[in-house]
């Protein structure tokens, strides 16, 4: 079935003059060595052009004739060849790769080499994304690499095969038939991984269960990581704090305590024995009610000092993530990781990366970049995006999610002047780091199609694009996956791009325009609930994120009010301080402002508001117009199967709109404007909905 095949279909290039260039430069496939990258890169290949050129390409054992596809590492290579390309090699890392068009014995040829394996399996597939996507590969000449080392999938699987806030479906990880029963899906899993360049897999919940740790359970992880190993990607696992005593059975997990430590150590050796290039822990720590240093009266360093210490003989790292908000002294939510984690820059080991989300709140449609980005200079800090939905409508709603994570990677924080982008924190050139890293909370099930949403999957293969280069444009990502996973019609191209290019700013406005955020129902997070305010703690309500009453609405997070500003390099705060430098975006982020102030473009905040949320309906609405005439070009499972999900987007974007403009009607005390369509139902209608079956909610 197409959608399983993601945006490797490797469909028959139509372009009959393409095809003919392609036929001729490719006469067979020469591989210079017999690793098991090597292995999976010459089947990757083969099936790639089989598919692409219709034909069966020779796998040759020499280079005997003209326009072989010649792959393998630096050091098989032969002097001659090695001598012409010093300046690319000094350009790469040793997961980079080069592409070029060579001559020996004056016969052309191309050429795919890196310093490793993987890099050269990376340079495979990116030259067949040359294929796939319509490019001339007459004289190619490519040298890419990585900016980021860590390019990871945090999945927040859990053993029993829920996956929490997963809409495609259950765990890929069948722990019953592992270790002895390899899916076909875990090598599918990799080969997709690989093919945008992600190298790392977190495979169990932050809400980690320490069974994982277990001698039953790592026999099965280690499964796992062989089948991943040729394809370039390391097994991490997450780290409950408190296993020493869970499995361990001891009284305490103090990290002081000699014998913890010693529990740690000796755990990670085991788990090194049987995997020596383990990758490492992921830890949640006292947040959210996991156990961590806090419990035993040490902080974040303390902890996560004692796991890297475990891990660094073998060269691990541990991600420490910093999300972290306590019940008490609630003033401002969005202050509390900052407040508890920039004190410590500097006293982390240097195997230790804290892991921050993209914002200060919880992966909403919209947040102003994290404070904490630039604010830990002697820190390596890496970047967590949430790639499921898990606030942005499920795998039921497209949205083409790396506009969002562009937005917060070309933010600016000005910590060392103009220019020092989030992108520069990460990729550790602005402060020097050796260790960068970017995780994406994965959206991958056991759904056939993997991601629930078909366009779910161009969420997946766009983290791992802005992994590997945080500095790619989303739009030619968009690009290159829509011509991968469905065709290279312009006709279709174009269009599609467009819808894809405007579905998020479309979620954002039938969501939470202009700043709002976190107004959603309460537990699974799907669907508008801007009214509840019964739960325990302050900070869980919408209405403690929206504050409307009858003199305005928004979140007052200037120097007049909770000072969150504050925590931003001041050229930052000063724009986010002031109403009118303000982006508009982030404007109820930042400020309570009254339902009679004026927006750029005239319009009182009440009928702005309202028109917003009107806009992104109407968006919806030419998302589906666009769909529909696009049957001729896709297939008839994957056509329908998106048109049925825009018809749910539809209904529920007025959902959003009519439940959220008829609650802040109650305080804002006005009329709608006129192109704002009537509200079919009351307020009262909106707040009886429920949702008993909703998943990822456990
Ligand atoms: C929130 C989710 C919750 C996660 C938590 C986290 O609602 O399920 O456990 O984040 O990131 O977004 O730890």
Redesign the pocket.
């Known amino acids: 079935q197409e959608d399983y095949k993601l945006w490797l279909q490797y469909a028959k290039v139509q372009d009959s003059k393409l095809a003919t260039e392609y036929k001729s430069k490719i006469n067979g496939i020469v591989a210079l060595e017999n690793s098991e990258t090597i292995q999976v890169a010459s089947k990757e290949l083969q099936l790639g052009l089989s598919g692409l050129l219709d034909t069966k390409i020779e796998v040759q054992q020499n280079i005997d004739s003209e326009n072989a596809l010649i792959f393998g590492s630096k050091s098989s290579l032969d002097e001659d060849i090695l001598k012409n390309l010093k300046k690319e090699f000094d350009q790469i890392n040793d997961e980079g790769y080069i592409i070029k068009t060579i001559q020996v014995k004056s016969k052309n040829h191309i050429l795919i080499t890196g310093k490793t394996d993987v890099g050269v399996f990376y340079g495979v597939f990116h030259f067949l994304r040359l294929l796939q996507t319509k490019t001339s590969i007459e004289n190619v000449n490519i040298a890419d690499a990585p900016k980021i080392n860590v390019r990871i999938l945090n999945h ?1 699987d859990n053993l029993n095969r829920t996956v ?2 997963g809409y495609a479906g259950f765990s890929l990880w069948n722990w019953q038939k592992l270790p002895d029963f390899i899916d076909q899906r875990y090598i599918d899993y990799a080969r997709a991984n690989a093919s945008i360049g992600i190298n790392g897999t977190v495979l169990n ?3 980690a269960n320490a069974l994982i740790l277990t001698p039953q359970y790592l026999e099965k992880v280690e499964a796992l990581a062989n089948t991943f190993r040729p394809y370039g990607i390391k097994v991490y696992l997450t780290a409950r704090f408190s296993a020493p005593i869970e499995i361990g059975g001891l009284k305490t997990a103090d990290p002081y305590d000699a014998e913890v430590k010693n529990w740690w150590k000796e755990k990670t050796k085991e788990i090194y024995k049987r995997i020596p290039d383990f990758g490492g822990f992921l830890v ?1 720590a006292n ?2 009610g ?1 156990p961590g240093p806090q419990n035993y009266g040490r902080n974040h360093v303390d902890g996560a000092n004692m796991l890297a210490d475990a891990v660094a003989p073998f060269g691990g790292i541990v991600m420490w ?1 910093a ?1 972290v908000y306590s019940e008490h002294d609630v003033d401002d939510r969005a202050k509390q990781a900052y407040s508890e984690f920039v004190p410590y820059d500097g006293q982390f080991r240097n195997n230790v990366i804290v892991q921050v ?1 993209n914002g200060a709140i ?2 909403q449609p919209r947040e102003p970049f994290h404070p904490m980005f630039g604010a830990m200079p002697k820190t390596p800090l890496m970047m ?1 995006f ?1 790639i499921t939905q ?2 942005l409508g499920f795998s039921t709603h497209l949205v083409y999610l790396p506009k969002l994570f562009q937005e917060v990677l070309k933010s600016d924080t000005y910590r060392k002047g103009k220019g020092s982008t989030v992108a520069k924190v990460i990729d550790g050139s602005l402060d020097n780091h050796k260790i960068t890293g970017i995780a994406g ?1 994965a959206n991958i099930g056991n759904d056939i199609n993997w991601t629930g949403h078909p366009f779910a999957q161009a969420n997946w293969y766009g983290f791992g694009r802005l992994a590997w280069n945080p500095n790619l444009d989303s739009e030619a990502i968009a690009d290159e996956w829509l011509r991968m996973t469905f065709s290279n019609d312009e006709n279709f191209v174009n269009p599609v791009k467009e819808m894809l290019l405007k579905s998020r700013e479309a979620v954002v406005n039938y969501m939470t325009p202009l700043g709002l955020h976190h107004i959603m129902d309460t537990g699974h ?1 799907y669907g508008p609930g801007p009214w509840v305010s019964n739960l325990s703690r302050p900070e869980w309500n919408p209405v403690y994120y929206h504050k409307a009453d009858k003199n305005g609405i928004g979140f007052d997070r200037s120097k007049t009010g909770s000072k969150a500003t504050t925590q931003y390099a001041p050229e930052a705060a000063k724009i986010f301080d002031d109403v009118k430098t303000c982006p508009e975006k982030d404007l109820l982020w930042f400020h309570h402002l009254s339902w009679d102030y004026k927006l750029k473009n005239g319009q009182t905040l009440w009928n702005g508001m309202a028109l917003k949320y009107q806009e992104g309906v109407d968006e919806v609405a030419a998302m589906q117009s666009t769909w529909n005439k696009m049957g001729n070009y896709v297939d008839e499972h994957r056509f329908k199967e998106v048109q049925m999900l825009l018809n749910i987007q539809h209904k529920e974007a007025k959902w959003w709109r009519d439940a959220c403009l008829l609650y802040f009607q109650q305080f804002s005390g006005k009329e709608l404007p006129k192109r704002v369509e009537k509200p079919t139902q009351t307020l009262e209608y909106f707040e009886s909905l429920k949702f008993p079956f909703a998943p ?2 456990n």
């Open positions: 927040w929490e806030r919940n932050v809400n949640k947040s959210e996991q993530r999300f989300k919880d992966f967590e949430q898990e606030y909370v997070h990822g909610n």
